[in-house]
């Protein structure tokens, strides 16, 4: 039985000023990808194109653990891209063999009455031909679990780039300023919050 989930997240964050704009920042795609994912579930593969092992999932009866070969890179206007460019699927060679992700992200920094927010939207796709013992569960009601399934995945990507991207901004300002970072503050006024 063929199935296809899907599910999208965008997000928008209101940039703390730092001594170096955050455009500086987003040229080095590696910093924003050990910033979206645990660094002891990633491994670079090349200067664009990391592997992620992501946790196991588990949908309806199965325990499954994807894999996703990522590309990521900037464009000279700060824009940071992100595409999967090969999946696989650990713990059950039947859907491995009939398992295809599709991840595009997009991520890019904008002015808005003087203050710099980052703006992005992650789409994420899985056509996948699950095992007999599914074939008799309602497709209304597989789809409904693999949906929701997929929007916890980006949910959770969403709140760790809302809260380690910007800690690793303000690090990574800290470095090539030599200022502490205790003495950068959140660069936060009262009336800007993380959206």
Same mark, same amino acid.
């Given at each position: 039985m063929n199935t296809r989930f899907v599910a999208s997240q965008s997000v928008e964050i209101a940039v703390p000023e730092q001594p170096v704009p955050i455009q500086h920042y987003l040229r080095q795609p590696?910093?924003? &990808?050990?910033?979206?994912? $645990?660094?002891?579930r990633m491994e670079q593969l090349s200067h664009d194109q990391f592997r992620l092992k992501m946790r196991p999932l588990s949908f309806m009866m199965l325990s499954i653990?994807? =894999? &996703?070969?990522? !590309?990521? %890179?900037? $464009?000279? $206007?700060?824009?940071?891209h992100l595409k999967s460019v090969r999946s696989?699927?650990?713990?059950?060679?039947?859907?491995n063999q009939r398992f295809g992700l599709n991840?595009? *992200? !997009?991520?890019?920094?904008?002015?808005?009455? *003087?203050? =710099?927010?980052?703006? *992005?939207?992650?789409?994420? +796709? @899985?056509? &996948? +031909?699950?095992?007999?013992?599914? %074939?008799? =569960?309602p497709q209304a009601i597989l789809e409904a679990t693999g949906n929701a399934l997929l929007k916890s995945v980006l949910l959770t990507v969403k709140?760790?780039?809302?809260?380690?991207l910007l800690l690793d901004y303000r690090h990574w300002a800290s +470095? +090539? =300023?030599? @200022?502490? @970072?205790?003495?950068? *503050?959140t660069g936060l006024s009262p009336n800007q919050q993380i959206i």
């Open positions: 590696k910093r924003l &990808v050990y910033a979206l994912v $645990d660094p002891s653990q994807p =894999t &996703v070969d990522m !590309k990521v %890179w900037a $464009d000279a $206007d700060g824009s940071i696989e699927i650990r713990g059950v060679e039947y859907i991840l595009i *992200g !997009k991520l890019y920094p904008v002015e808005i009455n *003087g203050v =710099t927010y980052l703006k *992005g939207k992650a789409d994420l +796709e @899985v056509k &996948v +031909e699950l095992p007999p013992p599914f %074939w008799f =569960t709140q760790r780039l809302m809260h380690q +470095e +090539e =300023t030599g @200022v502490p @970072v205790s003495d950068l *503050g």
